[in-house]
T-cell receptor, first 113, second 109 residues
Framework: SQTIHQWPATLVQPVGSPLSLECTVE??????LYWYRQAAGRGLQLLFY??????ISSEVPQNLSASRPQDRQFILSSKKLLLSDSGFYLC????????????FGSGTQLSVL | DAKTTQPPSMDCAEGRAANLPCNHS???????VYWYRQIHSQGPQYIIH???NNETNEMASLIITEDRKSSTLILPHATLRDTAVYYC??????????FGAGTILRVKS
C-alpha cells in the first residue's frame, strides 16, 4: 500500500533562517506531488506541484522553492524565512487522471518568530 | 480561484443525516467532483468522488444533479467525529486540485 511521510511535525524558526521540509512517498511510482500551505483559520493554498523529476510548477510567487530530486521525494525550501511564512504545510500525492485522489501527509506546523 | 461554491458553515444533530451542498456550475464534461474533509490540525482526508452517477461508499454518498452543476455530500448518520471542514473540489486544468474555503460542519449532541 502507498504511504506518504512528511517531517518534521513541528518547527520553530527565526526570521531570516533557511527552511527545508521533506516529503517522501512509498508504494507507488511517478506520483504527482504537491505542497500546500494553510494559514491559521484559512483554506489550503496550492504552492507547488510536480508531475515528474525536476518538473516543478509554482502557483504563488514567493520566497519559497520546491525541488524533486528523486521520483518520490519532494522538498520545500526557503533561503530566508519571513514571518508570513508561518503556517501548516502539507505534502500530498496523487495518481494520473482520471483517478486524481489526493493523499495527504500529516503536515508540518511552521512558526516563524 | 476555486470552481466551487459552498456554504461557509452548517450544523447537524448527532445521528441525523448531514447534507452538504456544492455548486459547480462551470464544470466541464470530463471533470470529476471530489469531496475531502479536514479535521483540525490534520491533513485532509479523501471521502468520495464522482463524474455523473451517484456514488456511495462506507463513509458517504454523493448525489450529482443531472446537469452536473451541483452536488450534495450525504453523511447518513452524523457523529461528533464528523465535525470538520468539508471541501468540494473539481479538477482544474492539468494535474491540480484547488481547494476552496469549504464548509465547516458542526455536529451537535
Amino acid at each position: 500500500s502507498q504511504t506518504i511521510h512528511q517531517w518534521p511535525a513541528t518547527l520553530v524558526q527565526p526570521v531570516g533562517s533557511p527552511l527545508s521540509l521533506e516529503c517522501t512517498v512509498e508504494g507507488t511510482s511517478n506520483p504527482n506531488l504537491y505542497w500546500y500551505r494553510q494559514a491559521a483559520g484559512r483554506g489550503l493554498q496550492l504552492l507547488f506541484y510536480s508531475v515528474g523529476i525536476g518538473q516543478i510548477s509554482s502557483e504563488v510567487p514567493q520566497n519559497l522553492s520546491a525541488s524533486r530530486p528523486q521520483d518520490r521525494q519532494f522538498i520545500l525550501s526557503s533561503k530566508k524565512l519571513l514571518l508570513s511564512d508561518s503556517g501548516f504545510y502539507l505534502c500530498a500525492w496523487s495518481g494520473d487522471p482520471p483517478d486524481e485522489k489526493l493523499f495527504f501527509g500529516s503536515g508540518t506546523q511552521l512558526s516563524v518568530l | 480561484d476555486a470552481k466551487t461554491t459552498q456554504p461557509p458553515s452548517m450544523d447537524c444533530a448527532e445521528g441525523r443525516a448531514a447534507n452538504l451542498p456544492c455548486n459547480h456550475s462551470t464544470i466541464s464534461g470530463n471533470e470529476y467532483v471530489y469531496w475531502y474533509r479536514q479535521i483540525h490540525s490534520q491533513g485532509p482526508q479523501y471521502i468520495i468522488h464522482g463524474l455523473k452517477n451517484n456514488e456511495t461508499n462506507e463513509m458517504a454518498s454523493l448525489i450529482i444533479t443531472e446537469d452536473r452543476k451541483s452536488s450534495t455530500l450525504i453523511l447518513p448518520h452524523a457523529t461528533l467525529r464528523d465535525t470538520a471542514v468539508y471541501y468540494c473540489i473539481v479538477r482544474e486544468y492539468g494535474n491540480k486540485l484547488v481547494f476552496g474555503a469549504g464548509t465547516i460542519l458542526r455536529v451537535k449532541s
